[in-house]
């Protein structure tokens, strides 16, 4: 028989037990528990670094179904393009180039971008023309040095044609042409190295170099973003 001295002291519902002395009796719970959450220290509790982190089928204000949720605290984080073309006839322009002029819905900074790289490509055919015709004079006087400045020529036909064909596929929203046109406006500047070493180089490849930094930067910008990201997935 059991004296009163014996027998266990009532608990006080809003007690919490010392750590790693007793534990609660099935049912129990304790202040701002929620039910069937284990008691801090009970295994499968979380632990302080866990806290806060989203269950499965949680979202984020904002956020769509099916969509991740913002990594490092909703910053920029560059991701490759995954609209990149399959064949060369998905590269192509759609419908030609006959809306060259074009450039119904898209913002400002957008339409900034597309007009200079569209006439900084036509100028720069007109200006790879002209070259082809000032090497053809060079090779009559420094014919090693001619043949290096014929291949710059060339090179920046090249990305002269190739940038009024991005322009283009950027009009439709194509992210793979958007960074397609950064590495060309990296290229024109390594070009504008390159043809500053020569004495016969071009001086206007460095001022090609600093409108496509212009437009580079006009097409990386929050509102153009937003419009990327509105025109992802349209056919």
Do not use: C, H
Request: hydrophobic residues 45%.
């Amino acid at each position: 028989m059991s004296t009163p001295s014996d027998e266990p002291e009532p608990r006080d519902p809003g007690a919490v037990p010392p750590s790693g002395s007793e534990r609660p009796t099935p049912g129990q719970q304790f202040p701002g528990q929620e039910p069937g959450q284990p008691f801090p220290g009970q295994p499968g509790s979380p632990t302080p670094g866990q806290q806060g982190q989203p269950t499965p089928g949680q979202q984020f204000p904002g956020q769509e179904p099916g969509q991740r949720p913002p990594a490092g605290g909703g910053r920029f984080a560059f991701e490759m393009p995954a609209d990149r073309p399959r064949t060369f006839g998905e590269a192509l322009p759609a419908g030609g180039f006959s809306g060259l002029f074009d450039v119904t819905g898209l913002p400002t900074e957008l339409k900034v971008s597309y007009w200079i790289w569209v006439i900084g490509g036509l100028l720069g055919l007109l200006g790879g023309v002209i070259g082809i015709f000032g090497v053809l004079v060079l090779f009559a006087i420094i014919p090693g040095v001619a043949i290096l400045v014929l291949l710059l020529v060339l090179v920046a036909l090249a990305l002269a044609a190739a940038q009024i064909v991005l322009a283009m596929k950027l009009k439709e929203g194509r992210e793979w042409a958007r960074l397609a046109l950064t590495i060309v406006a990296g290229v024109s500047l390594l070009l504008a190295i390159i043809s500053s070493s020569f004495p016969a180089g071009q001086d206007g490849n460095w001022l090609g170099f600093l409108v496509r930094l212009v437009a580079t930067v006009l097409m990386w910008v929050p509102n153009s973003q937003n419009w990327f990201a509105a025109a992802r997935g349209r056919p």
